[in-house]
């Protein structure tokens, strides 16, 4: 269970640093109040996360081999075209690669404020920030992450693990997410997950030898 928990909280705490939900995150909390932003950005992790350890579970019913190759196999792509894109990002394409994760994450926030009344309570600000959240991590590599790790791991471990994961990423989003977007090295992020899913990959492959 600690391994599950370890690897879980590693892979989303390097992962989620400066990916599009953290931008969500920072851009929501300079215009709302902190703590509902992060009540309902982290409510939408966890439901993520949870559900995310059900499809894995619901995974290693199939036959424990292509479990195993499978999870080794995504983490080892994973981790191999996180360091090819690290390699290839000068300093002008790691601005431009996180411009594209703000701009992104400030086109979902003002669509969103559209549709919604001009008077915000609390409520329908922390369901903003739960639905903008859940919708930009669906379908994100870190939810195919927690699926593989949940398929060959202890899932309340991982799910513990990548819920306190989220929880921390979502913290320093919302109290100083300005100040460190500034400084957040998307190469440096990139290198530091494209290493975790390798080791990852190595892990998995050992454990089932």
């Known amino acids: ?55 894995g579970q619901a995974a290693s019913l ?11 196999g995504l983490f080892l792509v994973f981790g191999i075209k996180l360091l090819y894109q690290a390699s290839k990002m000068t300093a002008a394409g790691e601005q431009a690669a996180m ?3 703000i701009e992104e994450a400030k086109a979902a926030v003002e669509k969103a404020d559209l549709q919604l009344p001009k008077q915000k309570t609390a409520l329908s600000i922390v369901i903003e920030a739960f639905i903008l959240t859940f919708m930009a991590e669906w379908g994100d ?19 513990i693990g990548a819920i306190l994961g989220h929880a921390i990423c979502a913290a320093i989003a919302v109290i100083g997410g300005k100040m460190i977007a500034g ?4 190469r440096q992020l990139t290198f530091a997950g494209g290493c975790l899913f390798l080791i990852f990959g190595v892990v998995a492959a050992f454990e089932g030898a």
């Open 62 to 72: 199939l036959p424990k081999v292509y479990i195993h190759y499978a999870e080794i």
């Open 99 to 101: 411009s594209e994760e």
């Open 141 to 159: 590599r870190t939810q195919i992450a927690t699926i593989a790790l949940a398929a060959g791991n202890n899932a309340i471990g991982v799910t």
């Open 183 to 186: 400084r957040i090295s998307e």
């Open 1 to 55: 269970m600690l391994t599950a928990f370890t690897a879980g909280l590693l892979l989303i705490t390097v992962s989620e640093l400066g990916d599009k939900t953290f931008f969500i995150a920072v851009i929501l909390s300079m215009h709302h109040s902190r703590r509902l932003v992060f009540t309902g950005v982290v409510a939408a992790l966890a439901a993520m996360t949870i559900l995310s350890v059900l499809f």
